[in-house]
């Protein structure tokens, strides 16, 4: 059996399935998609907030209970998400 069953790609990228781990604020950060990532053709970190209006609304969000990526360092944070 081949080890590509699928033939997804785009440019030079292949991806080994159609399963795409997708953002979501305050859940996929990088300890999720590593934990889950083995099963997924594509893994996409996101939903971050990186402007004072987007970090506003999500610390809105916060105080009602939902989780979401905040930080005063916004672009320290995503490298460190992205393992740079």
Do not use: T, W
């Not at 604020?25 to 996101?46: E, K, P, R, T």
């Not at 402007?51 to 609304?57: G, P, Q, R, T, W």
């Amino acid at each position: 059996m081949s080890d590509c069953l699928f033939d997804l790609h785009i440019g030079y990228v292949r991806f080994k399935n159609p399963i795409a781990l997708a953002p979501m604020a305050g859940i996929v950060d990088s300890a999720f998609a590593n934990q889950y990532a083995s099963n997924a053709g594509l893994v996409i970190l996101g939903a971050f907030n990186l402007d004072k209006a987007s970090i506003a609304v999500a610390s809105a969000l916060v105080a009602r209970g939902r989780k979401e990526f905040i930080s005063d360092e916004p672009m320290e944070l995503i490298k460190k998400e992205s393992g740079q």
